[in-house]
Structure formats: C-alpha cells, structure tokens
C-alpha cells in the first residue's frame, strides 16, 4: 500500500511564499508520474504541476513562473515550491501519484494540506 503525507501547508500574505511536501512510502521511481493537485472551495480539483519520471515538468497557467515541482530521490519526496502567491492560491492541496502495474494504472492520493493566502 502507497501512502503520501503532505506537510507545509499554512497561511501566507499575498506575494509571500511556502514549500509543500509530499514524502512517498516507496520509490518516487516507481512512479510514472508526481502531482500537485488543488481544489478550493466549490470547485473541481485541478492539475497545478507534475513532474514525470525523466524530470519533465508541466504547470498550469495560472501558477507558471510562480511555482516549482522538484523532487529529492533520496528522500522519496516531491517538493512544490510557491512564489509570489495570490488569493487565488488559496485552495486543499493533494500530492498524486500514478504507477503502472501490467496493464493497469494505479492512483494514489495524499490526504491534503490546506494553503490560505490572505493579509
């Protein structure tokens, strides 16, 4: 069984910063991608960043040249670095993790970490 714990979460004034992490019971390798999901309040979750396993990374628009996705193989951690953070930041963020077994992919979710941006 995967496990993902998220930490880092807390309140931030707008155009502060704050680093998530995402510390994975195995192998970040063993994954075919990491995910940074958020949702807030009313709204569908939604892809923020991923970083597959060649170290490709991809971001949403609203959140390009502001956040970063990096990981520490070591650690088995994915980390999601937040610059210059707007109200809109405010959201419930999950780490997700999708692995492949024969034909089969599996999604693991981390149980979220609440982020609010507010003076």
């Known amino acids: 069984q995967v496990q993902l714990v998220e930490s880092g979460g807390g309140l931030v004034p707008p155009g502060g910063s704050l680093r998530l992490s995402c510390a994975a019971s195995r192998s970040i390798f063993d994954f075919n991608n990491l995910d940074w999901y958020h949702q807030a309040p009313g709204k569908e979750r939604v892809l923020v960043a991923r970083?597959?396993?060649?170290?490709?990374?991809t971001y949403a628009g609203s959140v390009k040249g502001r956040f970063t996705i990096s990981r520490d193989a070591a650690k088995n951690t994915v980390y999601l670095q937040m610059n210059n953070m707007k109200s809109e930041d405010t959201a419930v963020y999950y780490c997700?993790?999708?692995?492949?077994?024969?034909?089969?992919?599996?999604?693991?979710w981390g149980q979220g970490t609440q982020v609010t941006v507010s003076s």
């Open positions: 997700h993790a999708d692995q492949t077994w024969l034909t089969t992919v599996y999604d693991y």
């Open positions: 970083l597959n396993r060649s170290g490709d990374t």
